[in-house]
């Protein structure tokens, strides 16, 4: 069988080693553990690429799983975030640029009025279920199967699909996906799955009078890009109204990435809240929950508590007001959208040429890439899908110093520092990986 040239971890699996006795899985994330002898250590990033501790240098589609829009090491960013350093850190108060860069937020985004800043997604998301229960004094929320809005108790319910029939008239049963997540609150969270317009009147129908949000990525951002219909966000939109429901349109991954105005204004809906991270700082830890006057004027004292110490922190900030500029004001999201359609277009020659039948889902800046004629619409279908040669094309290609997620949910993210050479590089990986993966198809037969 043809071999990739093997790459070289001899310090990244001996950092591992040590690591791991003083870090669980020797990481700070348990994502970040790819096995005992590939885990890989970063030493530093530039543009599209990045180095590991060995000095192997990797063409960047993970990007951090988002934040590095503009390439690593942006050099206007980063020049903010110094200045934003000088400010000199927290101080329990305001400062002026808070303002400035939620202007920059409403006037990209249409229909978001005020805006609050958090740290992570999660945090951001949290705080906005936390605003439509505050908003509607309801307790019960709806998500959409497949969907992911971060590490926090009322999000991390899921359906069990492996244990589950397709075809049958029962639906899949709802299950936490880690220990540790309290049963008792399973009855509060309600999912449904992706465009599927008859179940989402159902479970309205049962369940709308006690729901305070629907929360929505239209864009599945951890689930290989499936995307939402406009016509199911509009249904999503109308039947949240008809109900006093408030949408929450979850644009930690597709805000200000697919779009100036996120994936909300590619379907014309405009949310009660919209949550918003990764692309805003380019990698600095912001993100912001935006939304309706009257929905947001819930946080104040006796509404919705919101806050925190390293809130609208002064180098992320100033990092967020640059990064948001040069999204709002040059080409950036044009020439990222570019590049990816150059490399959907160069996977799909590779793909053809071998008879390999494939499809791809999401956005251009955010793409999934799935080998059966038509991409899933939901995560049923996902589910029940073969992805080993997707699995196994992406082992090879990390060896070949292309780095996509191992697995097929996460979507291969562009930014505006992919050049032509990362894109020659990454074709040329995925050439000898597609071979190596059909050999190993072909010798498993
Ligand atoms: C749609 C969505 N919401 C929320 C989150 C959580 O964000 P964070 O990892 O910054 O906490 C993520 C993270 O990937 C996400 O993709």
């Known amino acids: 069988m043809t071999k990739a040239p093997p790459r070289d971890l001899t310090r990244s699996n001996a950092h591992y080693r040590r690591a791991v006795q003083r870090l669980p899985l020797g990481v700070a994330s348990t994502f970040r553990y790819w096995g005992d002898d ?68 409403c006037n990209m985004v249409p229909g978001m009025d005020l805006v609050r800043f958090s740290n992570s997604g999660t945090e951001a998301v949290m705080g906005a279920l936390r605003l439509a229960r505050a908003h509607t004094g309801r307790e019960s929320y709806l998500l959409i199967e497949g969907s992911y809005h971060g590490l926090f108790d009322a999000a991390m319910w ?19 996906y880690s220990k540790g ?38 864009i ?68 912001a929950i935006a939304g309706r006057e009257e929905v947001m004027r819930t946080f104040r004292y006796g509404g919705a508590a919101h806050g925190g110490t390293y ?13 948001l500029r040069i999204l709002d004001e040059t080409p950036a999201l044009a020439t990222i959208a570019s590049y990816g359609e150059a490399l959907k277009s160069g996977l799909s020659d590779i793909l053809t040429r071998r008879g390999i039948v494939h499809s791809f889902t999401g956005h251009s800046s955010m793409f999934g890439l799935f080998f059966a004629p038509h ?15 997707y699995d196994t094309m992406a082992h090879h290609l990390h060896d070949l110093c292309i780095i996509c997620e191992p697995d097929s949910r996460e979507p291969w993210f ?32």
């Not at 805000?255 to 009660?272: I, M, N």
């Open 375 to 389: 991409a899933p619409d939901n995560y049923r279908d996902w589910k029940l899908s073969d992805y080993t040669f």
């Open 311 to 323: 809130t609208a922190h002064s180098v992320s900030l100033a990092a967020a007001e640059e990064c």
């Open 158 to 176: 899921m359906v069990n699909v492996e244990d589950w029939q397709p075809g049958g008239n029962l639906d899949p049963e709802v299950v936490s």
């Open 38 to 105: 590939r885990t890989i250590y970063v030493d530093h990033g530039k543009g599209g690429r990045f180095w590991d501790i060995d000095g192997n240098a990797y063409v960047d589609y993970r990007l951090g799983y988002g934040p590095a829009i503009l390439g690593y090491a942006d050099a206007r960013v980063d020049a903010a975030a110094m200045r934003g350093m000088n400010v000199g850190g927290v101080f329990a108060l305001s400062t002026e640029r808070e303002l400035a860069v939620a202007d920059r937020i």
């Open 220 to 287: 599945q951002g951890n689930c290989c890009g499936i995307s939402a219909t406009t016509e199911f966000v509009r249904l999503a939109r109308s039947l949240c109204d008809q109900y006093g429901v408030l949408l929450i349109i979850d644009e930690v991954k597709t805000g200000f990435r697919v779009a100036k105005g996120g994936v909300q204004s590619l379907h014309g809906v405009v949310p009660d809240i919209a949550t918003f991270a990764k692309a805003m700082a380019n990698g600095y830890p912001i993100a």
């Open 181 to 218: 997540i309290p049963q008792d609150l399973k009855a509060l969270a309600h999912l449904t799955p992706m465009n599927d317009p008859q179940k989402l009147e159902d479970v309205f129908k049962r369940h709308g009078s006690s729901l305070a949000a629907m929360l929505i990525e239209p």
């Open 414 to 445: 562009i930014c505006e520092a992919h050049d032509a050479a990362c894109l020659s590089d990454t074709l040329k990986a995925v050439e000898t990986a597609v071979d190596l993966t059909l050999e190993q198809v072909q010798a498993a037969q």
